[in-house]
């Protein structure tokens, strides 16, 4: 009688306790996955992956260092001025008999000159109307021409020159005046232009004004030929129309030794 009593009670039980636990299965959406369980506090963390270390490049190696004996090296020296030899040329001028002296420096654009000369008076006391601008080679050949100029004025015409009488020596411009062509040897003192030549008691002869066979022609065309042994450019009457009334006289340079004489 006492089992019985025992089964009977506990059935009503577990009726009652699955009604109690049927609103917190009903709450719970279908399909959610359980949580993890918190983690315990006295579980250590997870060690960090170690940092592999990698090693510099190893330094370029020094030059050995320079031995205290060594000399220490000179430096190079500076590239000299190429000038010409004027002081030489200065000397035959003055040994000629001519008169100069020293002009400042040219320099106008690409025309200019180093160290040109101031020409007044030519050997033997020839004088030079106006003073001339010039290169020393170029005042050189002018005065070793002039003294030919004497002799043939004594030779043709009974009397020698007191003076040449020039228009350009040094002026910054192209040939014949044309400003688009090439650079005159006038832009360089390179070069003089005579115009004609003044006489004691006689009149003067004039470049390009004399009559055919008469002794100024003779004279004139006698001293341009003598020129043409004295400068490499030798230009007058008959050679163009730039030239007709006067001699150009200049030193300038041609491959092999050229000289322009007409």
């Known amino acids: 009688m006492g089992r019985i009593t025992s089964r009977v009670g506990a059935g009503p039980i577990v009726a009652l306790a699955v009604l109690l636990a049927a609103p917190a299965l009903a709450q719970a959406p279908a ?13 250590p963390a ?19 260092e320079r031995p205290a004996d060594l000399p220490a090296p000179q430096a190079m020296p500076a590239p000299a001025e190429i000038v010409p030899d004027d002081a030489g040329c200065l000397r035959r001028l003055e040994k000629l008999g001519a008169k100069a002296q020293p002009h400042p420096p040219l320099a106008s654009g690409l025309c200019g000159a180093a160290r040109p000369l101031t020409l007044t008076e030519l050997p033997d006391g020839l004088g030079l109307t ?10 050189e050949a002018l005065a070793r021409w002039s003294t030919e100029v004497r002799v043939l004025g004594e030779r043709h015409l009974g009397a020698a020159p007191k003076a040449i009488r020039i ?3 040094y002026e910054c411009r192209g040939q014949n005046h044309d400003p688009d062509a090439k650079l005159s ?11 004609g ?16 066979g008469s002794p100024e022609a003779v004279f004139a065309a ?11 450019t030798v230009l ?19 491959p092999a030794g050229h000289r322009l004489c007409q």
């Open 31 to 43: 399909g959610s996955p359980p949580l993890p369980p918190p983690r315990p506090a006295d579980v």
């Open 46 to 64: 997870a060690p960090e992956a170690p940092t592999l270390a990698v090693p510099a490049p190893d330094p370029a190696p020094l030059p050995p």
């Open 130 to 139: 106006p003073a001339a601008t010039l290169t020393c080679t170029a005042a």
């Open 167 to 169: 228009s350009t020596s």
């Open 185 to 195: 040897e006038h832009a360089f003192a390179n070069g003089v232009d005579v115009m």
């Open 197 to 212: 030549f003044e006489f004691s008691g006689r009149a003067p002869v004039t470049v390009g004004d004399t009559r055919e």
């Open 222 to 232: 006698a001293l341009r030929a003598r020129a043409c042994g004295f400068f490499r």
């Open 236 to 254: 007058g009457p008959g050679s163009d129309a730039a030239h007709g009334n006067h001699l150009h006289l200049d030193e300038r340079e041609r």
